[in-house]
């Protein structure tokens, strides 16, 4: 459930990106659709899916379906496609690096490159 969650955050451009509405949606899909899974596990241990005794469907069946529509909805509402993380500007970037870069030595003298 960790994996998902944090693939879905990095989906939606990082953590700094998220609102706070939007990651309790998050939390509510994973959860959602950890039960969907679980759910739908159980179903595939049943030798029926139908009560033959009254014509229908067992109410678990019923239930997966319902949590299956939830967990949709809560995807549409996250969104499908992903969104990039906020970057720097190039010369801004740039300009950071430089300022980073001038306390080494300046570079360039002659002991980094013997004769």
């Known amino acids: 459930m960790a994996e998902e969650r944090a693939a879905i955050i ?17 939390d509510l899909y994973v959860a959602e659709r950890w039960k969907y899974e679980r759910i739908g596990r159980y179903l595939l241990t049943l030798p029926e ?8 469907v067992w109410r678990v069946v019923q239930d997966h379906s319902a949590l299956g529509q939830r967990v949709q909805n809560l995807a ?11 970057v720097p500007v190039l010369a801004t970037y740039l300009a950071q690096k430089a300022g980073e870069g001038d306390g080494d030595g300046g570079g360039g003298d002659a002991a980094d490159h013997p004769a």
């Open 49 to 56: 899916l139908v009560d033959k005794r009254h014509r229908r």
């Open 76 to 86: 549409l509402a996250l969104g499908l496609e992903r969104k990039a993380k906020d």
């Open 10 to 26: 990095a989906d939606q451009g990082g953590l700094e990106n998220i609102t706070t509405l939007k990651l309790h949606t998050i």
